[in-house]
């Protein structure tokens, strides 16, 4: 299901059991630009958001998930699925840890966006996270 940052559903995700390139898809009706698949884990759901991990699909959402796991503080893990994708500036600008785990040419211009954002390597580097 993707949804806006309220929590508001916005359209789903259709995945696809074929060998195509790409198996994941927008349901009909459904609206890319404003919402996204997201989840958030560990501390309390009124807890503030210290750490958000951009990915590019929602099954790497619950792989970034499972790796994680157990979760020492909030982190918010939002799929972008589109190098067309909004980002969710306003939010991802307050969080102090923005992890991008995704290929080099999609962590480029998201870095230009949020200049305090790394990559997964190197937060891994900085913060043993995983």
């Given at each position: 299901m993707a949804r806006n940052l309220d929590g508001e559903t916005t359209g789903a995700y259709l995945y696809s059991l074929s060998h195509t390139k790409n198996r994941l898809s927008l349901h009909p009706g459904s609206r890319r630009s404003s919402g996204w698949f997201h989840l958030s884990m560990?501390?309390?759901?009124?807890?503030?958001?210290?750490?958000?991990m951009l990915v590019d699909s929602p099954i790497d959402v619950l792989r970034a998930i499972a790796k994680n796991s157990p979760h020492k503080h909030r982190t918010l893990y939002l799929a972008l699925d589109s190098q067309h994708a909004p980002l969710p500036l306003?939010?991802?600008?307050?969080?102090?840890?923005?992890i991008v785990a995704m290929s080099e040419s999609r962590i480029?211009?998201?870095?230009?966006?949020?200049?305090?954002?790394?990559?997964?390597?190197?937060?891994?580097?900085?913060?043993?996270?995983?």
């Open positions: 560990g501390g309390a759901n009124r807890e503030t958001i210290e750490t958000a306003e939010i991802l600008k307050t969080i102090p840890n923005v480029v211009p998201i870095r230009k966006l949020l200049p305090h954002s790394v990559s997964q390597l190197k937060y891994k580097e900085q913060q043993q996270y995983y």
